[in-house]
């Protein structure tokens, strides 16, 4: 006997079909078939094709945070490190659904609010850079815009690691690790290069 309808087992099957076959061939009618039951039964589940898109979004960025809660650090350099690896890794792991996530912005931009699940995901890295900075590790004043540069240059190498212009794991963390580097070289405080005391990044 089938397990009975639910939201969760409408977005489970979408986020399936969303890997194997991209947002492009995703339709309720396909959904539904494959559950075994009609489109319009799916509406007291999903509203439309949007909501069902934000539903797989959502428990996509739910994975992330998971990974990102997992990055034990007490040390906010390291905790860094480990959050840039936690998303490229994150990236890698279901690269079709991964293009999906940047359809929901963390902050209101135009024509768009924010996504909540987004929100939560891009607060947890930036607490990281908030506390380095905190701890005058890093220069930059504002934990945002420190955050969302090295989340620019992350989220470079996750591409370029699905393009495939880096395969291996071994060399995406090498490639990780130099970009990760060079951007905190460039938030480093300047006193803190002049401390002896200073521990130097790993």
Do not use: N
């Not at 078939?33 to 439309?48: H, I, M, N, Q, S």
């Amino acid at each position: 006997m089938p397990a009975p309808l639910s939201r969760e087992r409408v977005i489970a099957t979408a986020r399936a079909q969303l890997e194997k076959g991209g947002a492009a061939q995703l339709s309720l009618r396909a959904v539904a078939r494959e559950l075994g039951v009609t489109a319009p039964a799916l509406y007291l589940y999903v509203k439309d094709k949007r909501d069902l898109l934000a539903g797989v979004a959502e428990e996509h960025f739910e994975r992330l945070v998971a990974r990102f809660e997992a990055v034990d650090e007490p040390d906010p350099l390291q905790r860094i490190r480990g959050l840039a690896r936690a998303y490229v890794d994150h990236a890698r792991s279901s690269p079709a659904l991964f293009g999906l996530l940047f359809r929901y912005p963390p902050t209101p931009v135009a024509e768009a609010e924010a996504f909540p699940p987004a929100t939560r995901a891009f607060d947890l890295a930036a607490r990281a850079t908030a506390e380095a900075i905190d701890a005058g590790l890093l220069a930059p004043a504002d934990p945002r815009e420190a955050s969302t540069t090295m989340w620019c240059a992350v989220h470079g190498v996750a591409e370029v690691a699905l393009m495939g212009f880096v395969s291996g794991d071994d060399a995406v963390r090498e490639l990780l690790d130099r970009v990760v580097d060079t951007v905190l070289a460039g938030q480093i405080h300047p006193l803190r290069d002049q401390d002896p005391a200073a521990e130097a990044p790993a």
